[in-house]
């Protein structure tokens, strides 16, 4: 499937590529293309989307947004273990590349190899004299959804679980720690993150934006690889976040 919308020129010939891969893999490959211009609706072709229930319009997962805030130190394809509703999936992000070098998109590949790893737990336990290992295990919970802010969720979601802790029993400094780990992973590449993290912390979104600042500072004032928009949801609030 395709957005309605038009694909970005230099994208377009990479939407046979998703059709071809879909067709040689079968239903249990989802192939996807993202526009990164696009964000957060970032899915602008997909095929056999039933694997992670995305479609055209869709958002970018968590992996992926933490990929591009550290582009830098990511490879440009990168082969993984990851996991949606339960499904073991070994996935393929590949970083696609503008004219001025700068990422414009991103493909990926997302196989359903679940009845394989069954497939083979079993026949460990029928094979092995002592107890099976070795067994395929997911390397990262991978956060599929189709709203961004499903997404957004999931992320700080994951890392009160870590901390042990609820907003409610949070410090400055502990909150300030959950707006840096987002940063890290991503999540303020995304338009309006800020406001859906003050509510989830019970903060002000200029106090986001004040921890954002100071924590950027601390980076070395790091740029954001993609290109992305700020933060903030207009230019006073690119302002007040330290804007990358």
């Given amino acids: 499937m395709i957005a309605s919308s038009a694909v970005n ?8 590529v998703v059709r071809g891969l879909a067709e040689m893999f079968g239903p249990g490959c989802e192939v996807v293309l993202h526009d990164l211009a696009e ?19 869709d958002a970018p997962t968590d992996q992926m947004l933490r990929s591009l805030r550290n582009a ?25 590349r503008g004219g001025d070098d700068r990422p414009i998109g991103v493909l990926g590949i997302n196989l359903d190899i679940s009845d394989l790893v069954h497939a083979q737990r079993t026949l460990a336990n029928l094979t092995a004299a002592a107890r099976p290992s070795g067994e ?3 390397e990262t919970e ?13 992320m700080i979601v994951g890392i009160l679980s870590d901390m042990g802790k609820t907003p409610a029993t949070m410090n400055r400094e502990e909150k300030m720690e959950v707006v840096a780990r987002l940063e890290e992973r991503g999540a303020f590449l995304v338009k309006r993150s800020a406001e859906q993290v003050a509510e989830a912390l ?5 106090t986001v934006f004040s921890y954002l600042k100071e924590i950027r500072r601390q980076d070395g004032g790091r740029s ?3 290109n ?3 933060a903030g949801s207009n230019q006073t609030d690119d302002t007040a976040g330290g804007g990358r």
């Fill in 39 to 57: 964000m957060p609706h970032s899915i602008v072709a997909i095929e056999n989307g039933q694997v992670t229930g995305r479609r055209p319009g």
């Fill in 202 to 206: 019970d903060l002000s979104r200029f």
């Fill in 72 to 96: 830098d130190d990511t490879p440009d394809v990168r082969l993984y273990v990851s996991s949606s509703e339960g499904t073991v999936l070994k996935s393929l992000a590949v970083t696609l």
């Fill in 9 to 16: 020129p230099y994208l377009r010939s990479y939407v046979a």
């Fill in 136 to 138: 395929v295990v997911p």
């Fill in 142 to 154: 991978e956060l599929f959804g189709g709203d961004i802010r499903e997404v957004l969720a999931g």
């Fill in 224 to 226: 954001d690889p993609a």
């Fill in 228 to 230: 992305s928009t700020s």
